[in-house]
């Protein structure tokens, strides 16, 4: 596609629920990023992978949150046992290198947890 | 303290005005610099970026890095009612981006 897409748009689901949050990368992209952004602020950094692989997760909050990017194309982010505070705006980016000086983001998942 | 400091705004002017919009930041390890335009409800929308100290100059649009300084800087000159959004400085050493809250800007006719 000619950019990042993300899917759903907006998402609305019960506390204690699971989520799963797509994210399809430009095309020939190798770096996927996922960030979160919340009402006011900046995007926080969450997962970075390069390939199939998960360069860094250092930005994950806890155990609750996981992504895989099983083909080294399409990512999904994963979130169990959601909670109220996990609402925010879920943005995924791509770059063609890991130097992230050209990062390209997608519209976002708006995720309400009530 | 926060890596990266920048001034919420709202910041209001009239059409044709030079738009000064700024980011300080801690870590003396950042190399490159980037401005990203967000609309409402939309991701942000990469305008410039610049690879450590000096300018760089884009259509009304110029960057600057002051490493020394530690201090970063977006100029929009002949402001224009499309410029309205919200402009966030990020910046990085490696391979995540460290994002600022975001400056508000309101360009009225």
């Known amino acids: 596609g000619a950019g990042v897409s993300q899917t759903p748009s907006n998402k609305v689901t019960e506390k204690g629920k699971y989520v799963e949050l797509r994210c399809d990368p430009i095309s020939g992209h190798t770096a996927l990023y996922w960030y979160r952004q919340s009402l006011g602020q900046g995007p926080e950094f969450l997962i970075y992978f390069q390939g199939t692989g998960a360069a860094d997760d250092s930005g994950l909050p806890n155990d609750r949150f996981f992504a895989v990017r099983p083909e080294g194309s399409v990512s999904t982010l994963k979130i169990q046992r959601t909670e109220r505070g996990d609402s925010a705006v879920y943005l995924c980016?791509?770059?063609?290198?890991?130097?992230?000086?050209?990062?390209?983001f997608g519209q976002g998942t708006r995720l309400t947890v009530v | 303290q926060k890596e990266v400091e920048q001034d919420p705004g709202p910041l209001s002017v009239p059409e044709g005005a030079i738009v000064s919009l700024n980011c300080t930041y801690s870590?003396?390890?950042?190399?490159?610099f980037m401005w990203y335009r967000q609309y409402s409800r939309k991701g942000p929308e990469l305008l410039m970026y610049t690879y450590s100290s000096g300018n760089k100059e884009d259509g009304r649009f110029t960057a600057q890095v002051d490493k020394s300084s530690k201090y970063i800087s977006l100029f929009i000159r002949d402001s224009q009612p499309s410029d309205s959004a919200t402009y966030l400085c990020?910046?990085?050493?490696?391979?995540?981006?460290?994002f600022g809250t975001g400056t508000r800007l309101q360009v009225f006719p």
């Open positions: 980016a791509s770059s063609l290198n890991s130097l992230n000086t050209e990062a390209f």
């Open positions: 870590n003396s390890a950042f190399q490159y």
């Open positions: 990020a910046m990085s050493d490696t391979d995540k981006l460290i």
